[in-house]
C-alpha cells in the first residue's frame, strides 16, 4: 500500500476515534449517544459502501473498454493476416 494510503487510513481512524470519543464524554443520556453512535455509524458505512460501488463500477467500466479495444485490435490483426495472405496468393498467380 503507498504511504498516502496509510496517511489516509491513519486520518479516517483518528477522525472515527474522535468522533466516537466526543459522543461517549458528550453530556447526553446513554440512549441517546447510542443512537447517536449508530446514527453515526450507519452513515459512514454507506458511505463507504457508495465510495466501493463507485469504485468497482468504475474498474468495470475500464476492463469492459479494455476488452473491446483488445477484441478491435485482434480483428484487425485477422484481417491483416487475410489481406498478406490474398496478396501472397495474387503473388503467387503472378508468378505461375
Not at 446513554?30 to 463507504?48: F, H, L, Q, V, W
Not at 463507485?54 to 480483428?75: E, G, P, Q, R, Y
Request: glycine share 8%.
Amino acid at each position: 500500500m503507498r504511504s498516502g494510503g496509510k496517511i489516509l487510513i491513519g486520518l479516517l481512524s483518528g477522525a472515527a476515534a474522535g468522533i466516537a470519543a466526543g459522543l461517549l464524554f458528550a453530556p447526553k443520556k446513554g440512549k441517546d449517544t447510542r443512537k447517536s453512535i449508530a446514527t453515526t455509524s450507519d452513515n459512514y458505512y454507506k458511505d463507504a459502501r457508495g465510495r466501493v460501488t463507485d469504485f468497482s463500477d468504475s474498474v468495470n467500466h475500464k476492463i469492459d473498454a479494455l476488452k473491446a479495444k483488445t477484441k478491435a485490435n485482434l480483428t484487425n490483426s485477422k484481417s491483416e493476416e487475410k489481406i498478406n495472405e490474398a496478396k501472397a496468393e495474387i503473388h503467387e498467380m503472378k508468378a505461375s
